[in-house]
Structures are given as structure tokens and as C-alpha cells.
């Protein structure tokens, strides 16, 4: 029994055994064409020496061929070393040319030395060493490559080229050189047939006019186009957009941007935030919604401006800021909302439309529409103007007896150092006002009627009242003055309203917004692949005093060598 188990065992392996031989076999490096042949084993012990006659040695392995000049074939280990004039060719698809090779059948890689130069369709990569992995189909250099191609001019330090998606992965010093723009980058995958570049470490696109920096993002080389995902900022038109996700095309010249974003104007030295944004470059624009709020330095004092969108349009010179819907702005001592604000740079005016509604200290103003007037170079507030059914209410803050009041037509106030100093009421004007004495004993109630009312101000407190053409009032003890009476025709007082910080010019639904989740960009499809390795083989050729192969015998130089 234990024989025919031997004899089973001796059949079986026979075919292993022949396919395996087959196996190596079919890995051999053929000789195609020897030229001169030779051995010289104090040269090279164990090589088969080729060189060329009227024509180079030619070489074949498991569809790719190699020429040279000059050859030292070691059939045992299956490895050859080719010197002068190389040329490899893997179909139609690669050809590589170099001074020297040094080729391993086993591993099916070539190490190529000196004036490396591999082309395909598409592209022509030149570097000093490169190597050329045929297992894997994949072409790597350590030491500085340069790539050209149709559009582009790409050089890095390190560098690997995966031939069948026929992408380049560059690393450290990676620059992209293009008539229109540069790209630098740490770290970015080029795709050599769409020209497209996937960037995955901090990089910068210069062109001429716009500057985009991110740590990962994408870019379509042909038509400048692409977008970033991780702190992400683009220098475009005197503007920097910085967002979780920014996006920009040079042929439409437009810009936009994704959640907690940031733009500033580097002329008027405001800001944009929101949570999505457009910018579009032509007519000098900028559209942004969701939490938006605009924010403006005057004098050492922000002004915030809110709506459900803002637009800003114009040169830097003639700048127009729009809020849209549910408008609000905030400053320490001025606040107000609307359902629209409209602000032109050029005349300082600002327009609040529809129920408009402002607070200057404790002063709260309304009519049909306001407009407030900057200063030009300071940009303080400089003037108002109330138009139509006009009305300045303050809380009496001495008594706390109810509201003092006046109301006319059309209102027309002065601001000095932010405070509303001088109020004139015009048309149809009536006051409800607490008189008190300098022990703040109440004095009584002055009611009265006329055509014209000046009102100076000091800390939102009337300090005093001048009436014009026919004043018909009475000063009325508080107890001959009922509750109903002491509030004017069309009183409404928004106190609830009012801002005390910044803050508040976001409603619930502003607070409570939910961001979109950004998909981010793929993982790099050789994510898992090993980074470039070392020489498998270590140095074949004997080195020079430069670290360069060599080939020399007692003194003398190859053939190829002279050449």
C-alpha cells in the first residue's frame, strides 16, 4: 500500500513539476539578436558578454524587447545589465530610452540610469534614474522627474506613474507649469489623457488674475477649473473667499462657496459670512445667503448687516450692499430692521424700506421709510431722514410713569459722536413729553400740537423742546391726565425688537440651520499601494566617484564608454 501511495505521489508531481519548469521557463530573458559574443569571468563571473556589430544586441521578455550597445546577460539569475543607447519598448504603449539598464526577469523590473526618457502617447517623462515596474505597471523615480505633455510641464522630487489609469502621483516640490497659471503642491495625482489633478496636500494655483490655495481639492488643467475642500482660500477681483468648500471657473468668471465662509473685500476691508456664496468676477459681485451677515469697520466700531441674502455689486469705489427679507444691521449705539436695507458706497446713504425701525441709545424711531446718512471719510453716521408718518418714542427712564413721544410727517435728525443730538419733526407735529425738575420731581405732562418741533438730545434724554408757528399745548398734572391719553395716534413700541449685540441679528431659524454635508474628494485610488520603494536588487553596476555606475576593466574604457 505505502508503495503505490509513493508511485501516486511521483505521477502527480510530474505535471507540477513541468509547469513550474514552463513557468521559469517563460520567464527567461530571450536573446534575439547577439552580435559579438563573449565570456570573461574576471569582468563579470557568470555574465554571457554581448555587444553590437552592424546592429545593437536585442533582448526579449514576456512582451517587451530592449536594445543596446552593450550586455552582460546572467542567464542563471536571470538578469541583465545593458549599456549604451538602450532602448525598451513594451508594445505600443511605452517606449524607454536611457545610457543604461539593469533588468531583473524574475521581477520584471528595469532600473534605467542616465538621460532616462519614457514616452507614450500622450507624454514624455525625463529623469536621471527611473524604475520601471512591468509587474505592476508601474514607473517610479526619487530624485527629481520632469513630465511634459500636451498642456502642461510637471516637475517633482518624487514621482510614480500607474499605466493603466495612466496617472502620475507626484510628491514634494511638485510644480505644474502651464503659458496661463502655475501649480505647486506637496502632494497631487495627475491623469495624463483628461489633464484633470487631484490635489491632496497644501497647494497653490496662480493665475493671472486669481490665486487658489488648498490642502485638497480638485483642478481641470485644460480649463482652469476646480474646486478645494479643506481651508480652502481663492485671491479673486480684490476679494479672498475662504470656505469648507470653494469651487471656481475662469472661463465664466464665477466663484462659489460652501459653509463657514468668509469673504473679504481687500479694498473696503469688509467681510461676508455665510454659509453659501457666490461671487461672480464680470459684474464685480457677490450673492450670499444662509446665516449671511455683512461686517464693516467704522471707526473703531463694526457694523453688522444681516438679511436672508445679501448682494454686493459695483467697483470697490461704488460698492452697493442690498439685504433682502428680514434685513437687521447692528452698531454699539445704532441698530435697526426692515424687510430691506439698501447701502450705496459712493453717497453713504443708506435706505431701510418697508416697517423700518431703528434705536439710536434708547431711542426708537419708525415711519415709512428711513435713510441714513454717512460721513464720507469717516463713515460715521452723519444725519437721518424719516419719511412719512414719522415717530420718536423713548421710555421715560426717570419715572417710569410711560413714554415720551413725538410725531409728525417727516423727521429729520443729526447724529454727533454717534448720538442723536438734534431731531426735527415737520408737518402735523405732536409731543407727549414727562417734564421733570433738577430733583427729577415730575413737573407734569407736556402735550402739545404744531407744525414744526426741534428736540435737542443728550444721552437719548430731551434736554429740550422748541416749538414753531402756533404751538397749542398744555402741561397737564399726571393725575389730570388719563393712561388713554398719553399715547399719540399710531404708537407702537418694537422694544422687544431691539438688538443688544452683534448677535442678535440672527433669528431661530438663522441658529438652528442645518450645514449640507460636503462629499469631499475620493480617496486616491492607490491609497493602499506602497510609497516608492528601494532598489530591490541594490547597485548591479560598479559606481563611480559620483555614485554613478561604471564599467571599467584594468584601465580601459568600453566602446561605449568612449562614445
Not at 552592424?54 to 542567464?75: I, N
Amino acid at each position: 500500500m505505502r508503495i503505490l501511495v509513493l508511485i501516486l505521489a511521483c505521477l502527480l508531481s510530474i505535471p507540477i513539476a513541468r509547469a513550474q519548469a514552463d513557468s521559469t521557463q517563460n520567464r527567461k530573458i530571450n536573446i534575439v539578436y547577439g552580435g559579438n559574443f563573449t565570456k570573461d569571468e574576471s569582468l563579470r563571473p557568470g555574465a554571457s558578454i554581448f555587444s553590437r556589430d552592424t546592429r545593437q544586441v536585442q533582448f526579449e521578455h514576456q512582451g517587451a524587447d530592449l536594445w543596446c550597445d552593450y550586455a552582460f546577460l546572467y542567464q542563471k539569475d536571470n538578469r541583465l545589465e545593458a549599456i549604451g543607447n538602450v532602448r525598451l519598448e513594451q508594445g505600443d504603449s511605452v517606449l524607454m530610452t536611457s545610457g543604461r539598464v539593469e533588468y531583473n526577469g524574475n521581477l520584471r523590473l528595469a532600473k534605467a540610469y542616465e538621460s532616462v526618457r519614457l514616452e507614450n502617447q500622450s507624454m514624455t517623462l525625463t529623469t536621471d534614474t527611473l524604475y520601471f515596474d512591468r509587474e505592476r505597471q508601474e514607473a517610479y523615480y526619487r530624485d527629481f522627474g520632469r513630465i511634459v505633455d500636451s498642456v502642461n510641464t510637471l516637475t517633482s522630487e518624487v514621482g510614480r506613474y500607474f499605466m493603466v489609469p495612466k496617472k502620475y502621483q507626484f510628491q514634494d516640490s511638485v510644480l505644474i507649469k502651464n503659458p496661463d497659471y502655475t501649480l505647486e503642491s506637496t502632494r497631487l495625482d495627475y491623469y495624463t489623457n483628461s489633464k484633470n489633478a487631484y490635489m491632496y496636500g497644501p497647494s497653490t494655483i496662480t493665475g493671472e488674475d486669481y490665486t487658489l490655495y488648498c490642502e485638497r481639492g480638485f483642478y481641470d488643467t485644460r480649463v482652469e477649473q476646480g474646486y478645494g475642500i479643506r481651508n480652502t482660500e481663492i485671491h479673486y477681483n480684490d476679494r479672498i473667499i475662504e470656505g469648507d468648500s470653494v469651487y471656481f471657473d475662469k472661463a465664466s468668471e464665477f466663484a462659489s462657496a460652501t459653509n463657514n465662509i468668509v469673504i473679504t473685500d481687500t479694498i473696503n476691508k469688509g467681510v461676508i459670512r455665510a454659509h453659501y456664496a457666490e461671487v461672480h468676477r464680470a459684474r464685480d459681485s457677490v450673492f450670499a445667503t444662509r446665516r449671511a451677515v455683512s461686517i464693516s469697520l467704522v471707526e473703531q466700531d463694526s457694523l453688522y448687516m444681516h438679511g436672508d441674502t445679501l448682494m454686493v455689486t459695483g467697483a470697490p469705489d461704488a460698492r452697493i450692499l442690498r439685504a433682502y427679507r428680514n434685513a437687521k444691521f447692528f452698531k454699539t449705539d445704532l441698530s435697526g430692521k426692515c424687510d430691506s436695507i439698501h447701502f450705496e458706497e459712493r453717497t453713504g446713504i443708506t435706505q431701510l424700506i418697508r416697517e423700518p425701525v431703528i434705536w439710536n441709545l434708547e431711542n426708537q424711531m419708525t415711519g415709512d421709510s428711513i435713510y441714513l446718512l454717512s460721513d464720507l471719510e469717516t463713515q460715521k453716521p452723519d444725519s437721518l431722514k424719516v419719511l412719512g408718518n414719522a415717530f420718536l418714542i423713548s421710555e421715560d427712564t426717570i419715572g417710569h410713569r410711560g413714554y415720551n413721544q413725538a410725531k409728525g410727517k417727516d423727521l429729520f435728525g443729526k447724529f454727533i459722536e454717534d448720538q442723536l443730538k438734534i431731531v426735527d419733526l415737520v408737518g402735523n407735529t405732536e409731543v407727549v413729553y414727562f417734564m421733570y425738575d433738577d430733583d427729577n420731581e415730575l413737573i407734569g405732562i407736556d402735550k402739545t400740537v404744531c407744525s414744526r418741533i426741534r428736540l435737542l438730545m443728550e444721552a437719548s434724554e430731551i434736554q429740550d423742546i422748541t416749538f414753531f408757528i402756533d404751538p397749542d399745548g398744555v402741561i397737564y398734572p399726571e393725575a389730570d391726565l388719563p393712561e388713554e391719553s398719553r399715547i399719540l395716534e399710531g404708537f407702537i413700541w418694537r422694544g422687544d425688537e431691539r438688538m443688544y449685540r452683534w448677535q442678535d441679528v440672527f433669528d431661530e431659524d438663522d441658529n438652528n440651520l442645518e450645514l449640507p454635508v460636503i462629499r469631499g474628494l475620493s480617496e486616491p485610488i492607490d491609497l493602499e499601494s506602497k510609497p516608492v520603494p528601494p532598489d530591490p536588487d541594490g547597485p548591479r553596476f560598479p559606481k563611480d566617484d559620483k555614485g554613478r555606475p561604471a564599467l571599467r576593466r584594468s584601465g580601459t574604457k568600453t566602446d561605449s564608454q568612449k562614445s
